[in-house]
């Protein structure tokens, strides 16, 4: 069975940063890029990042270019999002997800929970 | 910036039809962006439910189906059931990078 748990979320004061996981299990991670994907209370969704199976290509959205890292651990299972100079309005429930491509054809299938990151002071 | 269109609320009776659609600033939806619609219900993740515009996942029951349609993505419920009250998100690729859609929310009424 396909799992994704997110961890790490929490309250931060504006301009801290934090880092938040995403545990994989059920299929072979490496084979496959990864998504996070934000949710600000109330509002719709918003794609966030991708990252490639090994690591070697990244794709943000404008509003977190320079602040924001993905990375992943295929050892152990794992994506990151690496968030700094946070701001209010990056709070929002994180998801991440997994993004298959059957050839060409993308699909962001299976989801985590979410994980919620609070700015405030 | 790409901005994704679709429409804020929409009603449907039950057993009825309702369809959502998914513009591009961009212009026309094609294949090409890999349309793909997620069903959210409230304190929930969201659920892929459509991939590659047309393309169910092994989980989406028959009723829903995708399309191109005048120059956007399109979700078609057929015989809308009560527990399809959601809301719902496109999603449009473009290159590595993705744009959810604004949502639709979906009453069943």
């Known amino acids: 069975e396909v799992q994704l748990v997110e961890s790490g979320g929490g309250l931060v004061q504006p301009g801290g940063s934090l880092r938040l996981s995403c545990a994989a299990s059920?299929?072979?991670?490496?084979?496959?890029?990864m998504t996070w994907v934000r949710q600000a209370p109330g509002k719709g969704l918003e794609w966030v990042a991708n990252?490639?199976?090994?690591?070697?290509?990244?794709y943000y959205v404008d509003s977190v270019k320079g602040r924001f890292t993905v990375s992943r651990d295929n050892a152990k299972n794992s994506v990151h999002l690496q968030m700094n100079s946070l701001g209010a309005e990056d709070t929002a429930v994180y998801y991440c997800?997994?993004?298959?491509?059957?050839?060409?054809?993308?699909?962001?299938?299976?989801w985590g929970h979410g994980t919620l990151v609070t700015v405030s002071s | 910036q790409t901005v994704v269109t679709q429409e804020p609320s929409l009603t449907v009776s039950p057993g009825g039809t309702v369809t959502l659609t998914c513009a591009s600033s961009?212009?026309?939806?094609?294949?090409?962006?890999?349309p793909n619609w997620f069903q959210q219900k409230p304190g929930q993740a969201p659920r892929a439910l459509i991939y590659?515009?047309?393309n169910r996942h092994s989980w989406t029951p028959a009723r829903f189906s995708g399309s191109l349609l005048g120059g956007k993505a399109a979700l078609t419920l057929s015989g809308v059931q009560p527990e399809d009250e959601a809301e719902y998100y496109c999603?449009?690729?473009?290159?590595?990078?993705?744009?959810f859609g604004g949502g639709t929310k979906l009453t069943v009424l």
């Open positions: 990252i490639k199976q090994d690591g070697n290509e990244e």
């Open positions: 997800a997994r993004l298959a491509f059957g050839g060409v054809i993308p699909r962001n299938d299976y």
């Open positions: 999603l449009l690729h473009y290159g590595g990078a993705q744009v």
């Open positions: 059920g299929f072979t991670f490496s084979n496959y890029w």
């Open positions: 961009t212009g026309a939806v094609t294949s090409g962006y890999f």
């Open positions: 590659s515009t047309t």
